[in-house]
């Protein structure tokens, strides 16, 4: 069964970290560029950071030195560190996984940072 599994969300404090967890079954998972997107209420899905198969990341500007992203492809498994949450870090967060003509999501893991 192909599936990805978020985990890892909750609510934090302003300044928290939380590391959310995306573990991937079904899938030959080392050759996926993996990715985490996040949509806020009343707002469209964005993506906050990314890794490629060959290990080389990309990240949104709004998270660029507070968030890392890193995968296990022994585990089967991508990571979101997020490190000096603000509130507008509040949104459920996504995992996804992409080849060139195919593209899988999670249920999404819901973090709100509020005090």
């Known amino acids: 069964q192909v599936q990805l599994v978020e985990s890892g969300g909750g609510l934090v404090q302003p300044g928290g970290s939380l590391r959310l967890s995306c573990a991937a079954s079904g899938i030959r998972f080392s050759i996926y560029d993996m990715g985490w997107y996040r949509q806020a209420p009343g707002k469209q899905r964005e993506l906050v950071a990314r890794?490629?198969?060959?290990?080389?990341?990309n990240y949104a500007d709004f998270v660029k030195g507070r968030f890392t992203i890193s995968r296990d492809n022994a585990k089967n498994t991508v990571y979101l560190q997020m490190n000096s949450l603000k509130p507008e870090d509040t949104a459920v967060y996504y995992c996804?996984?992409?080849?060139?003509?195919?593209?899988?999501w999670g249920q999404g893991t819901q973090v709100t940072v509020s005090s």
């Open positions: 996804n996984a992409e080849l060139t003509t195919r593209a899988l």
């Open positions: 890794i490629f198969s060959g290990g080389s990341t």
